[in-house]
T-cell receptor, first 119, second 110 residues
Framework: DTEVTQTPKHLVMGMTNKKSLKCEQH?????MYWYKQKAKKPPELMFV???????INESVPSRFSPECPNSSLLNLHLHALQPEDSALYLC??????????????????FGPGTRLTVT | TQLLEQSPQFLSIQEGENLTVYCNSS?????LQWYRQEPGEGPVLLVT?????EVKKLKRLTFQFGDARKDSSLHITAAQPGDTGLYLC??????????FGAGTQVVVTP
């Protein structure tokens, strides 16, 4: 099973709402990621969790709050968002692999994303 | 932060033609990955290149890593409509951190 699932697929929320995005993987990966992707742009990294601990926060506004309750789940809690936060939110997980030359790299598997619209 | 440039931004070709996409930086990459993203889906990893001068093939896709590890290219031979997508390159950082280039949108028409 090489699948990363994300729910919901679409979400429309008002600027005063509180909502959460969910991501799940059962590949045993210990690193998980949140990305934001605007239309016609590449994904931009938001957060990295490694072994359920936050390793990287790319200066994301506090209205986005990540949570990693266990090694299979990653949540993104949303509160008081702005219309410009409307985007595709992608979750990914990765495992460290060793290549033929002994090099260690990561292979990331992405979910299909949640299309978020803030009204 | 490494400044990463991808070119061209957009490429539209007919089925059966060849195409090349480029990824360049003024910095040295320790390793670099190529992804393809189709509409409504997340990116899918195509390849990881690590060694300068390395060439990797994935069916009709050929990936090259520059000798100085500052540039990479993706060449598709005899493109098919199924090759349509956004092609993204990204150097691999700590914790698997990816900083994607702007991407090249490829459209292959039958």
């Amino acid at each position: 099973d090489t699948e990363v699932t994300q729910t919901p697929k679409h979400l429309v929320m008002g600027m005063t709402n509180k909502k959460s995005l969910k991501c799940e993987q059962h590949m045993g990966h210990r690193a998980m990621y949140w990305y934001k992707q605007k239309a016609k742009k590449p994904p931009e990294l938001m957060f990295v969790y490694s072994y359920e601990k936050l390793s990287i926060n790319e200066s994301v506004p506090s209205r986005f709050s990540p949570e990693c309750p266990n090694s299979s789940l990653l949540n993104l809690h949303l509160h008081a968002l702005q219309p410009e936060d409307s985007a595709l939110y992608l979750c990914a997980s990765s495992q460290q692999v060793t290549g033929g030359l002994g090099e260690r790299t990561y292979e990331q598997y992405f979910g299909p994303g949640t299309r978020l619209t803030v009204t | 932060t490494q400044l990463l440039e991808q070119s061209p931004q957009f490429l539209s070709i007919q089925e059966g033609e060849n195409l090349t996409v480029y990824c360049n930086s003024s910095s040295v990459f320790s390793s670099l990955q190529w992804y393809r993203q189709e509409p409504g889906e997340g990116p899918v990893l195509l390849v990881t290149v690590v060694t300068g001068g390395e060439v990797k093939k994935l069916k009709r896709l050929t990936f090259q890593f520059g000798d100085a590890r500052k540039d990479s290219s993706l060449h598709i031979t005899a493109a098919q409509p199924g090759d349509t997508g956004l092609y993204l390159c990204a150097p691999l950082g700590s914790w698997g951190k990816l900083q994607f280039g702007a991407g090249t949108q490829v459209v292959v028409t039958p």
